[in-house]
């Protein structure tokens, strides 16, 4: 869960949204596992908004002769709207 700073009015930069969900990303696997991260902006966020970051697996894949885990990733507000979604792939 995450907290966009209050107080101020305005939109938060989409690039500090992806930035939010590659951190919970790279914190439940780390970045050497990494091998691809594809977010797509779908809604704008407000500052102040409380955001949740989600993911799951999708399939298990081989990338580039490597086992690895397809990853669905969210973005969400506190009301359940969507803000980003994305793909990963990590090796497992």
């Known amino acids: 869960r995450i907290e966009l700073p209050k107080g101020v009015q305005g939109l938060a930069p989409g690039m500090f949204v992806m930035a ?3 951190q919970a990303l790279t914190d439940a696997a780390p970045p050497p596992r990494l091998r691809t991260f594809a977010p797509r902006f779908i809604a704008i966020t407000q500052l102040g908004a ?3 970051c989600e993911g799951h697996v ?3 894949v ?3 002769g490597e ?3 397809k990853l669905a990733l969210t973005t969400k507000d ?3 709207d969507v803000k980003l979604t994305g793909e990963a792939v990590i090796a497992i």
């Open 67 to 69: 086992r690895c885990a």
């Open 20 to 22: 939010c969900l590659g």
């Open 50 to 52: 409380s955001l949740t």
């Open 78 to 80: 506190a009301n359940g």
């Open 62 to 64: 081989e990338h580039n």
């Open 58 to 60: 999708t399939e298990l």
